[in-house]
């Protein structure tokens, strides 16, 4: 049964996949090493991690995605001052660190010396962290929980072999894309009735979560949402105002769970590549 060897290598995937408590380690090791360089410059400060870390949803090439909280922190000359003390202090490949300053979300980003992992550090941006409680208590759904976690990591990891994985660059976001999967699993008829547990069935639901997001779904005028308490459902962008009634053309609309006005993927410019894949990936699959 095809079915049956899909969901065996989606099992077999996820096994590889799994982050082990050696890499976890070192992972909390960097992020300790961050803490010091940031406290010899702001005491009072706090560093928070947030994204796939937080949520333990991370590829072996996710980056460590972390936020310092201090109200003395304004503009951007912390950022710069941050860079040369991840500097003296010998944290980063000396080429690799970047300031971003002109971004929506201005962040460093560097590469950490001892270990490789990508780190990305942002200031005094608590929406991130709130983004994390809300992919947490998707996790904890005790009807799509476990299948959301299979799901989420396959699909990240395939939008990040094509490179279409990263807001800043058009991609689609982990936070978007849990919401999308939330939004999958809540509204399939099967999984909604109870008649099909999603982690038993993982392969044939990220089959059809790429025929519809890939082929069926009409994001040019149709928005999607998903809460923990009211369920999914689809909206038509020419009757919602502000950022989350969304766009036309290729722009994708994802409402965001903790903000209807906030569209999770309006830096998603790269949607026509990402729904192209998702097609391109279901026809092979199924032929």
Excluded at 20 to 45: D, F, Y
Excluded at 108 to 131: C, E, P, Q, W, Y
Aim: charged share 20%; proline share 4%; net charge negative.
């Amino acid at each position: 049964d095809p079915t049956v060897m899909l969901q065996e290598e989606v099992e077999d995937f996820m096994a590889y996949m799994s982050p082990t408590e050696g890499e976890h380690a070192m992972r909390t090791e960097v992020v300790r090493r961050v803490t010091e360089s940031v406290l010899q410059l702001w005491p009072n400060a706090a560093v928070e991690i947030f994204g796939s870390f937080n949520t333990r949803l991370y590829l072996p090439s996710s980056d460590i995605d972390l936020v310092v909280m201090d109200n003395v922190i304004f503009g951007s000359s912390p950022m710069f001052a941050l860079r040369r003390q991840l500097l003296e202090d010998q944290l980063c490949q000396p080429h690799s660190i970047e300031v971003i300053d002109k971004a929506r979300v201005p962040i460093i980003k560097f590469t950490d010396r001892l270990t490789g992992f990508h780190v990305d550090i942002s200031f005094n941006r608590s929406n991130g962290m709130d983004a994390a409680c809300i992919v947490r208590d998707f996790l904890k759904d005790p009807c799509i929980g476990r299948g959301l976690y299979t799901l989420l990591v396959l699909l990240k990891q395939f939008l990040a072999q094509r490179q279409l994985n990263e807001v800043y660059s058009g991609g689609i976001g982990s936070y978007a894309l849990t919401i999308m999967i939330a939004n999958f699993l809540k509204s399939h008829p099967q999984v909604a009735r109870g008649a099909m547990r999603p982690e038993d069935n993982a392969g044939v639901l990220f089959l059809e979560f790429l025929e519809f997001f890939g082929k069926c779904f009409t994001h040019s005028n149709i928005g999607v949402a998903v809460t923990l308490d009211y369920g999914a459902w689809y909206y038509r962008k020419d009757e919602r105002r502000g950022g989350g009634g969304g766009g036309g053309g290729d722009h994708l609309t994802v409402q965001d769970p903790q903000d209807f006005d906030n569209d999770v993927t309006r830096g998603s410019y790269r949607y026509h590549a990402v729904r192209t894949q998702l097609a391109r990936a279901h026809t092979k699959l199924v032929a």
